[in-house]
């Protein structure tokens, strides 16, 4: 990597730029890079600025992903849904408080940690 300067006055600065790949971040990445940069403004900057951020924010979300199924997987078989058929609506609740759970642990363990 060649730098290149431009002068200010008598100075020489660097031509400093960050190469940012565009990547497409989920839910748990977005997240994850809003807590960074409110509660961890050191460390998300130096990530920001080694071109590192994207590869992590990355790396939580499909973690976050792959914890999920997981989750979801185990708490149905602890708290089994009730048929789907018989009473959809009971079914749809039923999942969205197992979803509800699971994604409390996720938030807790990967994305605000």
């Known amino acids: 990597m060649e730098l290149t300067y431009h002068r200010k006055g008598d100075y020489l600065f660097p031509n400093l730029t960050i190469e940012n790949e565009k990547v497409t971040i989920g839910k748990y990445g977005m997240l994850r890079r809003t807590f960074l940069k409110e509660n961890r403004k ?35 078989t602890t708290y089994p849904a009730p048929d789907k058929e018989a009473d959809q609506m009971k079914w749809t609740a039923h999942m969205n408080m197992l979803r509800g759970m699971a994604e409390e642990t996720i938030l807790t363990e990967l994305v605000y940690s």
Do not use: V
Request: charged share 25%; hydrophobic share 45%; glycine share 6%.
């Open 42 to 76: 050191n460390w998300y900057q130096s990530m920001l600025l080694t071109g590192k951020l994207n590869r992590h924010l990355l790396e939580i979300e499909k973690a976050a992903q792959e914890r999920m199924e997981i989750l979801m997987d185990g708490l149905l």
